[in-house]
């Protein structure tokens, strides 16, 4: 009953669109490995910048919107858990990565999660190559 009343709410207030719900194990495991599956698939497209951020549920998605316009030539994923208001942002460009790319992603993606109250280090941890990025979360 409380599933289905938070999915009510969010379906109502506009943060999702649309949804499933598996109906056991087995439809479970096919819904989560699809979702282990999108980094695997972007790789094999070539570059992915990937991020793991936190926000309010409210403006996460305008995040991967605004890389959709900042970087038209790539493909914007974005997906998380609206529990823990956590967004894995992922933006992919065939070939190798490119400082021209990093330059158009980093520092607008932490700026904006820190403009919104966000965190840089959500789910998976900062990690040791953006530790000198703590200062935006």
Known sequence: QKLDMFLGEVLEEGFVEDGVIAQDEVQAKAIWGLRERITEALCKRGAVY???????????????????????????????????????LNVSLPGPYCDDVLAKIEPFVYEWTSERQGSISAEHGLGSMKAECIGYS
Request: glycine share 10%; aromatic share 8%; hydrophobic share 40%.
């Open 50 to 88: 990937k991020y793991d951020l936190s926000m309010p549920v409210g403006v996460m998605y305008e995040l991967v919107e605004e890389m959709r316009v900042r970087l038209p030539d790539a493909l914007t994923v974005g997906y998380g858990h609206l529990g823990d208001a956590n967004l894995h």
